[in-house]
């Protein structure tokens, strides 16, 4: 799309890092879950990295810890022209 087809009141998507662990059930239910939110990729991955040290979450089942780069979007229409 064209600049001129940015929707009234369009405003940029934000970016967030989400740590966030991969898990398994036995029930077969496998999931994830959003331990932390940053607004810097700095920070997420010192979280990271304590996660990993520590290892605060490995013994409860989670398969794989990383960063989720999320965009966020004030309306849909920001999206819908983003996407």
């Known amino acids: 799309m064209t600049d001129e087809a940015r929707p009234s009141g369009y405003t940029e998507s934000e970016v967030i890092w989400c740590v966030q662990a ?3 059930q036995e ?3 496998d ?6 939110a940053f607004t810097t990729e700095a920070e997420a991955q010192k979280m990271l ?3 990993l040290v520590e290892g605060i ?3 409860i ?3 794989d810890i990383g960063i989720n780069v999320i965009p966020v979007h004030r309306r849909v229409e920001d999206w819908d022209w983003d996407r």
């Open 61 to 63: 089942g989670y398969t």
């Open 49 to 51: 990295d304590r996660i």
């Open 31 to 36: 999931g994830s879950l959003q331990l932390a």
């Open 22 to 24: 991969e898990f398994a």
């Open 57 to 59: 979450y490995a013994h």
């Open 27 to 29: 029930t077969g239910n």
